[in-house]
């Protein structure tokens, strides 16, 4: 039916409507999807008063099937301008607001006004005037909102709602028209919502068919009624399975670094939708100039999206990450290839390192960065120059928004405040304000949470980080730990500020919790907020371990950076394969847009209470950079771990493995009771070593000459 609909239109109303398109590219394109031409003419830059000769004249060349819906829109927009104009006799009120684009709350904003006037003619007196006592305003992203109140608005609804509400060039002219006479109740606005007749003459939203393809940069210039020009890159030109042709774009974002939307409703544009910003159908045009930085990504995103047009579509379901806005990024330079090996010092884990480095992993700034904050080895110092090397070294960039944070703009602005404020935060630890006193304890792996072991007050941080090395004298502590305590604490600073120190005094990090004396544009905490897909050299039923404790193996089951492919390969059949393949891509994508360090983990199963009896468990969890091969022979309590690896690797049968695992607990528990019998009873080995050796029998001697 559309194309009968399209061939009801003759070539001369074609161009009519087409002429309000500025891209010939794109009328060229649209000339054969004019299947309803009305609303093309309703929603365009063109007066209202040009509208409407424009549907008059369009209404000649027309077949029938086409000539009630624009007679509708006819009938709708004579009927508005009527009343406009004739106002002052129905005892309404027209009220002027000069309107501009507000950078921070990225809408419209009410610069001046409202001005009231009761009649069309003052109205126009009124801006004429205003322009006259303004003239040096920029008018460029400024335009009259003008709202018509009759007295039914004004005095029987219980909120003051227009009837109608025009938007109007600096100099007055009528350009769009919001009709809300018809929604007035919910019932109305719900009939009426789809075919949005309230927006006719305005944003109508009505579908856009163009010739643009993935990676084209389109440049949208709806001055005075929208912020501009705008600029978008095409992720996919056929996402809506209804429309088809229809443009999923991307553009920046203040809050999220990238947005993504629908360049036909506007919902990729980096602020509120508004009736009056005009759609993009009327300017968008494809542009190969320069961009502003906050575009800068789309010069490389281009490229990738032109070489492989479905990298648009994975894009947009979150099947690769754009956490740093470098997707198709060039060779690394001489400098990023020379602190490479610097930075994967900073891995705590060597099977990872020596995988990075064997695949010639190419970092990027913000994966770099998070590998330095996450170090457990590093001191402060050394991350601190860690980070300051690669500003030096690698290329600035943008990092979208996660979770409930905002995107980080300049990743380098953002780690020079990160140094700052550790430099700030130690600084006021260490600063003795009379106010604070000062603890320290052993802060070892085995000895934390133990009660009483507290040293302190001391009066300054000086006198207590002397006098660690007199009380710990010989217990050879491998973390120290210094509190800061408020004498008389407030609500605001209740807590314990902590600073970490090594074996040798080195501060590992800072904790000062006063956040109350921070900004916000960048703190360490939030890397906590970052999320990456680092590989790693690990395969399910590996037996690893998490570093922050080393000595419980555990075999691996799954990574949160794998996807259903890889869930696949790594596991045999069965239940927990099956519910893992069918969530992994969906929870990889979302981790992908919205997750943050929490999520990246591995898991999988342990032994745990082995000092006290072999219980066998699964669900230990350790972050993903802490996960390092388990390099060390099994104890007996734990061998079922080697039982478990062949049962994931699909080479041990169910049955097989609970006979192993009967085995396994039998044999550890024999074992500690043998060593409870040496224990106790060991001055008896050397008068009767059978007890403690089966190998030895009693009964044989050199001598013996057998029954």
């Given at each position: 039916m559309n194309n009968q609909i399209n061939d009801s239109i003759s070539d001369t109303g074609k161009d009519l409507v087409l002429s309000c398109i500025k891209s010939q590219e794109l009328r060229d394109h649209m000339r054969k999807y004019l299947?309803?031409?009305?609303?093309?003419?309703?929603g365009s830059l063109e007066t209202l008063d040009e509208k409407r000769t424009m549907l008059e004249r369009l209404h000649k060349e027309v077949s029938p099937e086409l000539v009630e819906d624009i007679d509708s829109h006819l009938a709708q927009l004579n009927s508005a301008l009527d009343m406009l104009h004739n106002i002052e006799r129905d005892r309404g009120i027209l009220l002027l607001h000069v309107m501009v684009y507000n950078e921070e709350e990225r809408d419209a904003d009410a610069l001046d006004g409202p001005f009231p006037t009761a009649s069309w003619d003052a109205a126009q007196a009124l801006m004429k005037r205003y322009i006259e006592e303004y003239p040096d305003d920029d008018w460029s992203e400024s335009y009259w909102k003008i709202n018509l109140y009759t007295s039914e608005d004004l005095h029987?609804?219980?909120?003051?709602?227009?009837?109608?509400?025009?938007?109007?060039?600096?100099?007055?002219?009528?350009?769009?028209?919001?009709?809300?006479?018809?929604?007035?109740?919910?019932?109305?606005?719900?009939?009426?919502?789809w075919q949005n007749e309230s927006r006719r003459f305005c944003d109508s939203n009505e579908p856009i068919y163009t010739p643009w393809v993935p990676g084209d940069i389109l440049k949208i210039d709806g001055r005075p009624f929208d912020h501009?020009?705008?600029?978008?890159?095409?992720?996919?030109?056929?996402?809506?399975?209804?429309?088809?042709?229809?443009?999923?774009?991307?553009?920046?974002?203040?809050?999220?670094?990238?947005?993504e939307g629908s360049l036909s409703s506007g919902t990729y544009r980096d602020s509120l939708l508004d009736a009056f910003a005009p759609s993009t159908l009327y300017t968008a045009e494809r542009y190969t100039g320069d961009l502003p930085d906050d575009c800068a990504f789309m010069l490389e995103l281009s490229q990738k999206l032109h070489d492989d047009p479905d990298y648009g579509k994975q894009w947009s379901e979150g099947s690769v990450g754009h956490d740093c806005l470098q997707p198709y990024r060039k060779p690394a330079n001489q400098s990023e290839l020379d602190i490479r090996s610097d930075i994967f010092e900073f891995l705590d884990s060597r099977s990872i390192k020596e995988h990075l480095q064997r695949i010639n992993y190419e970092l990027t700034t913000p994966v770099a960065a998070f590998i330095v904050n996450c170090s457990h080895k590093a001191t402060l110092q050394q991350k601190l120059e860690g980070w300051q090397k690669i500003i030096d070294n690698m290329p600035n960039c943008t990092m979208s928004r996660r979770n409930d944070t905002v995107n980080i703009p300049d990743f380098h602005a953002f780690l020079r405040n990160v140094i700052k404020q550790e430099h700030?935060?130690?600084?006021?630890?260490?600063?003795?304000?009379?106010?604070?006193?000062?603890?320290?304890?052993d802060y070892s792996w085995d000895r934390r949470g133990q009660v009483g072991c507290l040293y302190g007050p001391y009066s300054s941080y000086q006198k207590c980080f002397d006098a660690i090395w007199k009380e710990l004298d010989g217990d050879d502590p491998k973390a120290i730990r210094i509190t800061r305590r408020p004498i008389d604490p407030d609500e605001d600073h209740y807590a314990d500020d902590m600073v970490l120190l090594n074996a040798n005094g080195e501060v590992m990090s800072c904790d000062y919790r006063n956040k109350s004396e921070?900004?916000?544009?960048?703190?360490?905490?939030?890397?906590?907020?970052?999320?990456?897909?680092?590989?790693?050299p690990f395969h399910a039923g590996d037996i690893v371990c998490n570093l922050q404790r080393p000595d419980e193996p555990m075999v691996l089951f799954d990574l949160q950076t794998w996807g259903s492919e890889r869930a696949d390969k790594e596991l045999a059949s069965s239940v927990y394969k099956e519910r893992?393949?069918?969530?992994?891509?969906?929870?990889?994508?979302?981790?992908?847009y919205d997750g943050d360090a929490s999520d990246m983990y591995a898991y999988g199963c342990q032994v745990s209470s082995?000092?006290?009896?072999?219980?066998?468990?699964?669900?230990?969890?350790?972050?993903?950079?802490d996960i390092d091969?388990?390099?060390?022979?099994?104890?007996?309590?734990?061998?079922?771990?080697?039982?478990?690896?062949?049962?994931?690797?699909?080479?041990?049968?169910?049955?097989?493995?609970?006979?192993?695992?009967?085995?396994?607990?039998?044999?550890?528990?024999?074992?500690?009771?043998?060593?409870?019998?040496?224990?106790?009873?060991?001055?008896?080995?050397?008068?009767?070593?059978?007890?403690?050796?089966?190998?030895?029998?009693?009964l044989l001697k050199e001598d013996s000459t057998g029954c």
């Amino acid at each position: 039916m559309n194309n009968q609909i399209n061939d009801s239109i003759s070539d001369t109303g074609k161009d009519l409507v087409l002429s309000c398109i500025k891209s010939q590219e794109l009328r060229d394109h649209m000339r054969k999807y004019l299947y309803w031409p009305a609303p093309i003419i309703a929603g365009s830059l063109e007066t209202l008063d040009e509208k409407r000769t424009m549907l008059e004249r369009l209404h000649k060349e027309v077949s029938p099937e086409l000539v009630e819906d624009i007679d509708s829109h006819l009938a709708q927009l004579n009927s508005a301008l009527d009343m406009l104009h004739n106002i002052e006799r129905d005892r309404g009120i027209l009220l002027l607001h000069v309107m501009v684009y507000n950078e921070e709350e990225r809408d419209a904003d009410a610069l001046d006004g409202p001005f009231p006037t009761a009649s069309w003619d003052a109205a126009q007196a009124l801006m004429k005037r205003y322009i006259e006592e303004y003239p040096d305003d920029d008018w460029s992203e400024s335009y009259w909102k003008i709202n018509l109140y009759t007295s039914e608005d004004l005095h029987e609804h219980q909120t003051a709602q227009p009837s109608l509400s025009f938007a109007a060039t600096k100099d007055g002219e009528l350009i769009f028209l919001r009709d809300l006479r018809n929604h007035r109740t919910r019932k109305s606005h719900v009939e009426s919502v789809w075919q949005n007749e309230s927006r006719r003459f305005c944003d109508s939203n009505e579908p856009i068919y163009t010739p643009w393809v993935p990676g084209d940069i389109l440049k949208i210039d709806g001055r005075p009624f929208d912020h501009g020009p705008r600029f978008a890159i095409v992720l996919e030109n056929d996402y809506e399975h209804t429309l088809r042709g229809q443009i999923w774009c991307a553009g920046p974002s203040k809050d999220r670094g990238v947005k993504e939307g629908s360049l036909s409703s506007g919902t990729y544009r980096d602020s509120l939708l508004d009736a009056f910003a005009p759609s993009t159908l009327y300017t968008a045009e494809r542009y190969t100039g320069d961009l502003p930085d906050d575009c800068a990504f789309m010069l490389e995103l281009s490229q990738k999206l032109h070489d492989d047009p479905d990298y648009g579509k994975q894009w947009s379901e979150g099947s690769v990450g754009h956490d740093c806005l470098q997707p198709y990024r060039k060779p690394a330079n001489q400098s990023e290839l020379d602190i490479r090996s610097d930075i994967f010092e900073f891995l705590d884990s060597r099977s990872i390192k020596e995988h990075l480095q064997r695949i010639n992993y190419e970092l990027t700034t913000p994966v770099a960065a998070f590998i330095v904050n996450c170090s457990h080895k590093a001191t402060l110092q050394q991350k601190l120059e860690g980070w300051q090397k690669i500003i030096d070294n690698m290329p600035n960039c943008t990092m979208s928004r996660r979770n409930d944070t905002v995107n980080i703009p300049d990743f380098h602005a953002f780690l020079r405040n990160v140094i700052k404020q550790e430099h700030r935060k130690l600084a006021h630890f260490k600063l003795t304000d009379g106010l604070s006193l000062y603890f320290f304890d052993d802060y070892s792996w085995d000895r934390r949470g133990q009660v009483g072991c507290l040293y302190g007050p001391y009066s300054s941080y000086q006198k207590c980080f002397d006098a660690i090395w007199k009380e710990l004298d010989g217990d050879d502590p491998k973390a120290i730990r210094i509190t800061r305590r408020p004498i008389d604490p407030d609500e605001d600073h209740y807590a314990d500020d902590m600073v970490l120190l090594n074996a040798n005094g080195e501060v590992m990090s800072c904790d000062y919790r006063n956040k109350s004396e921070w900004d916000e544009a960048g703190t360490a905490s939030d890397f906590e907020d970052m999320w990456f897909d680092i590989p790693t050299p690990f395969h399910a039923g590996d037996i690893v371990c998490n570093l922050q404790r080393p000595d419980e193996p555990m075999v691996l089951f799954d990574l949160q950076t794998w996807g259903s492919e890889r869930a696949d390969k790594e596991l045999a059949s069965s239940v927990y394969k099956e519910r893992l393949v069918q969530k992994a891509d969906k929870l990889l994508r979302w981790h992908r847009y919205d997750g943050d360090a929490s999520d990246m983990y591995a898991y999988g199963c342990q032994v745990s209470s082995a000092l006290h009896f072999p219980f066998y468990i699964g669900e230990p969890e350790g972050f993903l950079l802490d996960i390092d091969y388990y390099r060390k022979p099994l104890k007996s309590e734990e061998r079922i771990l080697y039982g478990i690896r062949a049962y994931v690797k699909g080479d041990l049968a169910v049955d097989s493995l609970a006979a192993m695992a009967s085995a396994n607990e039998l044999q550890a528990l024999a074992e500690k009771k043998a060593r409870g019998f040496e224990d106790a009873d060991g001055w008896l080995k050397d008068r009767y070593p059978e007890l403690f050796d089966a190998t030895i029998d009693p009964l044989l001697k050199e001598d013996s000459t057998g029954c």
